[in-house]
């Protein structure tokens, strides 16, 4: 087996909550003159606007401000906009409860500012706000921010649906207004930016969908806050996935790399074994044993595949064994797989097949990894209520199984039952989501275990390396399952080059 240990996660990108940046805020604020952390994330703001920008004189800008800090940042960096020669209007959801010291720095520099709703002074009137909306080069969302609740309230949804009808570049500060910045939850509009600054540390909403979506591209301006260790979430990137990935010694052979057995498909469902083999091959295991009734479609697929048709117990050592795919209603497969004392994955029919209290009773660690769909059948909840919450799902279903859970999706998420910091996937694409590519990664993220990752690791590791070999095979494309796991060993290369 080749252990490896991982140091220090110094490279990944990380979200905390936003108890935990409020903290962090509050403890540095105390140390810094008042109003100095707004500034930083103001110049911040300022910057990535004039890049986006490219020439900011004579550029018109548009400001939506609401009632707290978020409308603060935007109203101040909306003053070193114009100072630079743009034309700011800023558009106050409260002009009563504007941030008073941005409202004042905005018009010391050139700017103006119109009430949202109402017809005060030149250019006011919901019709004309619209309208400036419409024409401007650049909006700038600061309607809320990390203080936001539910969703958009009523009087901010005519504005965002301008901001999308727009041709200008939408920029949102902090986080897109209307998303839910700790869960990554929607309800109802919310702000559509093509680049969202945030300040300090990314929040989990920005890396998980839907509200990922909404974000855009995402710059973090530091803000010099100094944040705890172990963050609510992390994505592992380039370097960290090299640093993961097995490498064999000079003197591995294929046993100490590792076996993986695979025990999936059924006659009816060769497919579903072909394409986990067709994964397992590529993910760093010395050698996968096949056992099940596809062996024939296997074999013919793959010579390199050690194929039993004895049940799961005799069909030799494995280091870690997949079971699922395609399995149909065979119980005493996933049963059998389930007693061994190695690590598991446990995928597709495998999940129904699987009870809690087998899971929970192992004493090796086992990785599930259902869809949406999936998920929310263990849960007994709709669809839905995981696609909007994935967070609370897959924390939720780790706790109830004891188990380590991949939650399949445009943003895959990785929970361990221990709690600490759930992973979440930057490579995926909707390209993946074609018939049979959760077989493939099944059967990667299996050989990953069995040459020697964890569960957490070679879960997020499996989901990093497949993303990437879907955008690879892709290449913006259709393309189906196999494509995506012959192009497991170019994504490989693909992240150790780096
Ligand atoms: N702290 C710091 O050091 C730094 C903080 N910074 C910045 O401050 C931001 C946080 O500021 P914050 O705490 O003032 O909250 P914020 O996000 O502006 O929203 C609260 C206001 O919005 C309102 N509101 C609530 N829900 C709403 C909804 N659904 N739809 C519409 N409105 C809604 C709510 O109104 P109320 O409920 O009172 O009527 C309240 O007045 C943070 O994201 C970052 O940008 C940076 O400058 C760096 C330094
Ligand atoms: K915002």
């Known amino acids: 087996m080749l252990g490896r240990s991982y140091g220090k996660l110094d490279r990944m990108r990380s979200a905390y909550s936003v108890e935990t940046v409020r903290t962090a805020e509050r403890q540095l604020m105390a140390r810094l003159p008042e109003g100095a952390l707004m500034q930083r994330a103001a110049a911040g703001l300022a910057a990535a606007c004039a890049d986006l920008l490219g020439r900011v004189y004579g550029s018109r800008v548009v400001l939506l401000v609401g009632s707290g800090d978020n409308g603060g940042d935007a109203l101040y960096a909306g003053a070193r906009l114009a100072r630079r020669g743009a034309g700011v209007t800023a558009v106050l959801l409260a002009p009563e409860r504007a941030h008073a010291g941005g409202l004042a720095a905005l018009r010391r520099a050139g700017g103006r500012a119109v009430s949202a709703g109402g017809a005060e002074g030149a250019?006011?009137?919901?019709?004309?706000?619209?309208?400036?909306?419409?024409r401007a080069d650049l909006v700038v969302d600061g309607i809320v921010g990390i203080g936001g609740k539910g969703g958009l309230r009523p009087d901010a949804v005519p504005l965002a649906a301008a901001a999308e009808r727009s041709r200008a570049a939408v920029v949102a500060v902090d986080l897109p207004s209307g998303v839910d910045a700790g869960t990554g939850e929607v309800r109802?509009?919310?702000?559509?930016?093509?680049?969202?600054?945030?300040?300090?540390?990314?929040?989990?909403?920005?890396?998980?969908?839907?509200?990922?979506?909404y974000a855009g591209s995402v710059r973090l301006v530091d803000?010099?806050?100094?944040?705890?260790?172990?963050?609510?979430?992390?994505?592992?990137?380039?370097?960290?996935?090299?640093?993961?990935?097995?490498?064999?010694?000079?003197?591995?052979?294929?046993y100490r790399r590792g076996v993986v057995g695979i025990a999936a498909g059924s006659a009816r469902y060769p497919g579903a074994a072909v394409l986990a083999v067709a994964g397992a091959l590529r993910g760093g295991a010395g050698a996968v044993r096949y056992v099940g009734p596809a062996g024939d479609a296997v074999i013919t697929r793959f010579p390199e595949t050690l194929v039993s048709d004895q049940g799961p117990k005799h069909a030799g050592r494995v280091q870690a064994w997949v079971v699922g795919?395609?399995?149909?209603?065979?119980?005493?497969?996933?049963?059998?797989?389930?007693?061994?004392?190695?690590?598991?994955?446990?995928?597709?029919?495998g999940l129904r097949l699987a009870e809690a209290g087998v899971v929970r009773a192992r004493r090796a660690p086992t990785l599930m990894t259902p869809h949406a769909g999936e998920a929310a059948a263990l849960l007994g909840v709709d669809r839905a209520e995981v696609e909007g919450g994935r967070l609370a799902a897959v924390r939720e279903l780790a706790g109830r199984?004891?188990?380590t859970v991949l939650l399949k999706g445009s943003t895959t998420l990785i929970a361990d039952s221990g709690g600490g910091a759930v992973r979440v996937n930057p490579t995926g694409t909707a390209w993946l989501a074609t018939a049979g590519s959760g077989d493939v990664l099944s059967g990667l993220a299996g050989s990953l275990?069995?040459?020697?990752?964890?569960?957490?690791?070679?879960?997020?590791?499996?989901?990093?390396v497949h993303g990437l070999a879907g955008r690879l095979a892709a290449d913006g494309a259709p393309v189906?399952?196999?494509?995506?796991?012959?192009?497991?060993?170019?994504?490989?290369?693909n992240v150790l080059a780096e």
Do not use: C, M, N
């Not at 250019?123 to 419409?134: F, K, N, Q, S």
């Not at 806050?225 to 490498?247: G, I, K, N, T, W």
């Not at 275990?449 to 990093?464: E, K, P, Q």
């Open 449 to 464: 275990l069995a040459a020697g990752l964890s569960t957490v690791d070679a879960g997020s590791v499996g989901a990093y």
């Open 223 to 254: 803000i010099g806050l100094e944040l705890p260790v172990e963050p609510e979430l992390e994505a592992l990137q380039h370097a960290d996935v090299a640093r993961l990935l097995p490498v064999p010694r000079a003197e591995s052979d294929k």
């Open 188 to 213: 109802g509009v919310a702000v559509r930016a093509d680049l969202t600054v945030t300040f300090g540390a990314h929040k989990p909403g920005l890396l998980i969908d839907p509200a990922r979506e």
């Open 325 to 349: 795919p395609g399995a149909g209603d065979d119980a005493a497969t996933v049963g059998e797989v389930l007693a061994a004392d190695v690590p598991v994955l446990v995928d597709a029919d």
């Open 401 to 403: 199984y004891g188990a």
């Open 123 to 134: 250019g006011g009137g919901a019709a004309g706000v619209e309208e400036l909306i419409e």
């Open 480 to 493: 189906g399952a196999h494509d995506v796991a012959e192009a497991v060993p170019e994504a490989w290369r």
